[in-house]
């Protein structure tokens, strides 16, 4: 079988799809290719080169994040032209507009399978009341209920969406399939990264022995709780000078939602935080964190990998109370739940972490037994392949 994967672009087929595309690779059964774009932000070419080593042939192809017609259409006659030349007996959408489009361009030419991923919703189904978020949301849902129509299986990876595209009849309840979502427990466990990369990585960022780190990694986007972040280290700078947050991730280009490059340099000023922009040295980063935090209220896949990464290397996280984080957090066994957009609760639970080192080992081994008995990548992926091919 010829399975084409459709998806953003190179970065995430790594990061979030090498088990997916091994065990659909097995045995030799199936040739994947991977229809996708080369992020120029995430060093071109360096993605496209791992594809390739794992047997992936991929086609490039331009893709836009956000909202424009024109550019939505001219994604969809390239998908459309891609799978015709490719001549694919199976499609697996990741993401919003591979699943929007890119089920409807397999139905137009006649893919024998279709299948759609919801790693979460995004900001069209965020809370805005305007007219504009209410007419975009009108809109993707009724994409949805095109692409979801069409398609075969719709693959959740969040309770919350999936009871909520039920609730609206947009997908069948024989079509949807419920998992968890996922972590590569092997390659993220305690003991991935040699300390001597531990110790050059501190020395390169000017982290001092005595020094705790705060991390938090996510897309540079106000939803995804960076102000909180930024204000919870304003909240510990003198009472706990050796604690140092770090905050890892991509500017979001083009987002409504962007948070100012100003800002983010404004909060460089000061000594305990620094903004490393993006970076492919997580495990490491994660490596020499103390306790990790994501306090986001964004509409995310319901375990986002800020949490279940550090997690499985058996670190204590602090997320917010949203539905679509909370669920990798028990608070005060791994960790803790605050409200959401609350700075002083936030520093209140780094503080009590950071300051009770007995508790924080006890946070982090839970974390890890979690991620393993939850998160597991293998065990999940082996699932949902039985259930989607």
Same mark, same amino acid.
């Given at each position: 079988?010829?399975?084409?994967?459709?998806?953003? /672009?190179?970065?995430?087929?790594?990061?979030?799809?090498?088990? $997916?595309? @091994?065990? &659909?690779?097995?045995?030799?059964?199936?040739? !994947?290719?991977?229809?996708?774009?080369?992020?120029?932000?995430?060093?071109?070419?360096?993605?496209?080169?791992?594809?390739?080593?794992?047997?992936?042939?991929?086609?490039?192809?331009?893709?836009?994040?956000?909202? /424009?017609?024109?550019?939505?259409?001219?994604?969809?006659?390239? $998908?459309? @032209?891609? &799978?015709?030349?490719?001549?694919?007996?199976? !499609?697996?959408?990741?993401?919003?507009?591979?699943n929007l489009y890119g089920s409807i361009a397999a139905r137009l030419i006649g893919v024998d399978r279709i299948v759609c991923s919801v790693w979460g919703l995004g900001l069209a189904f965020a809370d805005a009341k305007g007219l504009k978020a209410r007419t975009l949301r009108m809109i993707v849902k009724a994409l949805y209920r095109i692409a979801f129509g069409v398609s075969d299986k719709v693959w959740f990876t969040n309770k919350i969406d999936h009871d909520y595209m039920l609730s609206l009849g947009i997908v069948a309840p024989d079509k949807a399939v419920l998992t968890k979502n996922y972590v590569n427990t092997e390659d993220f466990k305690p003991s991935a990264v040699p300390e001597e990369n531990q110790l050059a990585l501190r020395k390169e960022l000017g982290i001092a022995d005595r020094d705790k780190v705060v991390i938090m990694l996510a897309r540079m986007s106000w939803a995804k709780g960076v102000r909180e972040y930024v204000e919870a280290a304003g909240i510990l700078r003198k009472e706990l000078p050796d604690l140092k947050f770090l905050l890892v991730g991509p500017e979001d280009v083009g987002s409504s939602d962007r948070v100012p490059h100003s800002y983010l340099s404004d909060s460089e000023q000061h000594e305990n935080f620094m903004w490393l922009g993006f970076r492919r040295d997580v495990k490491e980063l994660y490596s020499i964190s103390d306790v990790a935090v994501y306090p986001s209220y964004y509409r995310e896949g319901g375990y986002p990998r800020g949490l279940t990464e550090p997690m499985a290397m058996s670190k204590p996280v602090i997320t917010t109370d949203s539905i679509h984080c909370?669920?990798?957090?028990?608070?005060?066994?791994?960790?803790?739940?605050?409200?959401?957009?609350?700075?002083?609760?936030?520093?209140?639970?780094?503080?009590?972490?950071?300051?009770?080192?007995?508790?924080?080992?006890?946070?982090?081994?839970?974390?890890?037994?979690k991620a393993v008995n939850e998160f597991d990548e293998t065990t999940i992926i082996r699932q949902v392949v039985q259930q989607i091919m």
């Amino acid at each position: 079988m010829k399975i084409a994967i459709i998806i953003p /672009n190179d970065f995430s087929v790594v990061w979030f799809c090498g088990e $997916l595309v @091994k065990a &659909l690779q097995a045995g030799g059964r199936n040739e !994947v290719c991977v229809i996708a774009d080369i992020h120029d932000g995430y060093e071109r070419g360096h993605y496209a080169e791992i594809m390739k080593e794992w047997g992936l042939k991929h086609i490039p192809v331009e893709f836009y994040r956000f909202v /424009n017609p024109l550019k939505d259409l001219k994604y969809l006659l390239s $998908l459309r @032209k891609i &799978l015709r030349q490719q001549n694919c007996d199976m !499609v697996l959408n990741i993401s919003t507009k591979p699943n929007l489009y890119g089920s409807i361009a397999a139905r137009l030419i006649g893919v024998d399978r279709i299948v759609c991923s919801v790693w979460g919703l995004g900001l069209a189904f965020a809370d805005a009341k305007g007219l504009k978020a209410r007419t975009l949301r009108m809109i993707v849902k009724a994409l949805y209920r095109i692409a979801f129509g069409v398609s075969d299986k719709v693959w959740f990876t969040n309770k919350i969406d999936h009871d909520y595209m039920l609730s609206l009849g947009i997908v069948a309840p024989d079509k949807a399939v419920l998992t968890k979502n996922y972590v590569n427990t092997e390659d993220f466990k305690p003991s991935a990264v040699p300390e001597e990369n531990q110790l050059a990585l501190r020395k390169e960022l000017g982290i001092a022995d005595r020094d705790k780190v705060v991390i938090m990694l996510a897309r540079m986007s106000w939803a995804k709780g960076v102000r909180e972040y930024v204000e919870a280290a304003g909240i510990l700078r003198k009472e706990l000078p050796d604690l140092k947050f770090l905050l890892v991730g991509p500017e979001d280009v083009g987002s409504s939602d962007r948070v100012p490059h100003s800002y983010l340099s404004d909060s460089e000023q000061h000594e305990n935080f620094m903004w490393l922009g993006f970076r492919r040295d997580v495990k490491e980063l994660y490596s020499i964190s103390d306790v990790a935090v994501y306090p986001s209220y964004y509409r995310e896949g319901g375990y986002p990998r800020g949490l279940t990464e550090p997690m499985a290397m058996s670190k204590p996280v602090i997320t917010t109370d949203s539905i679509h984080c909370s669920g990798t957090v028990e608070h005060g066994r791994n960790g803790f739940v605050v409200p959401i957009k609350d700075s002083t609760s936030l520093a209140g639970a780094i503080r009590q972490i950071a300051c009770d080192d007995e508790l924080a080992k006890n946070f982090g081994q839970y974390s890890r037994m979690k991620a393993v008995n939850e998160f597991d990548e293998t065990t999940i992926i082996r699932q949902v392949v039985q259930q989607i091919m």
